[in-house]
């Protein structure tokens, strides 16, 4: 299988818990991104890399979410003192982006089902 | 605030044409519309995508006026396995220069047997 793949896939932590989620794209892609998605609602970005470099990180939602790609290939979102709002499920989707266009076509992963008790 | 706007849902039978319509304000000068189908518990599935006038694939056509406050998704012949949320996916201002690719709420389709 050659698409997106996150691990794990489904994830449940206590309050207060530091939790890191996988994302391994497509391997000639060079965008990688990060989403969360609520119940309901539609994906929501977080933040997102060309390369190594994080070229959006302002919609990261505080400062307990972090998030690298250390060589261009995988990516890991990290996030700290887990809050009971912090369920949700977090897509990673990767591209390749010819330019500097914000609409290459994404291709998503199934995605880490974050449960915080 | 940018934001786009889609039917929360829609009903159809078998069969039939779906056209769903996602309304989008302050969308970025030279992106793309791009479309998406997810089912439950799965990311999001690239559909279709265009800049302006018609786009058609194997699966959907996506029909964008000049204007590009909208787009529609067209899907012909509607089957079970149809049956999901559908959302746009549009770059829109974010103020000071910037644009944030923004995802619709979605459009629950439900097809009918």
């Known amino acids: 299988d050659t698409g997106v793949s996150q691990n794990p896939r489904h994830k449940i932590t206590k309050r207060g818990q530091n939790v890191t989620f996988r994302c391994d794209p497509i391997?000639?892609?060079?965008?990688l991104y990060w989403y969360r998605q609520t119940l309901g609602q539609g994906p929501e970005f977080l933040t997102y890399?060309?390369?190594?470099?994080?070229?959006?990180k302002s919609r990261l939602l505080s400062d307990r979410f972090s998030a690298e790609r250390p060589k261009g290939s995988f990516s890991t979102l990290e996030i700290q003192r887990t809050e009971q709002g912090d369920s949700a499920m977090y897509l990673c989707?990767?591209?390749?982006?010819?330019?500097?266009?914000?609409?290459?076509?994404?291709?998503f992963g199934p995605g880490t089902r974050l449960t915080v008790l | 605030l940018a934001k786009t706007t889609q039917p929360i849902s829609m009903d159809s039978y078998e069969g039939q044409e779906v056209n769903i319509t996602c309304s989008h304000n302050?969308?970025?000068?030279?992106?793309?519309i791009t479309w998406y189908q997810q089912f439950p518990s799965q990311g999001p599935r690239f559909i279709i995508q265009?800049?302006?006038t018609k786009v058609t694939n194997e699966v959907a056509s996506l029909f964008i006026p000049a204007d590009r406050k909208s787009s529609t998704l067209s899907l012909p012949r509607v089957s079970l396995s149809d049956t999901a949320v559908y959302y746009c996916?549009?770059?829109?201002?974010?103020?000071?220069?910037?644009?944030?690719?923004?995802f619709g709420k979605g459009t629950k389709l439900s097809v009918i047997p």
């Open positions: 989707a990767s591209s390749l982006a010819l330019g500097y266009s914000n609409t290459d076509t994404q291709y």
């Open positions: 890399f060309q390369n190594e470099a994080q070229l959006e």
């Open positions: 996916l549009v770059p829109l201002y974010s103020g000071a220069g910037s644009y944030q690719l923004t």
């Open positions: 265009g800049y302006k």
């Open positions: 302050n969308i970025a000068t030279n992106d793309y």
């Open positions: 391997s000639e892609h060079n965008r």
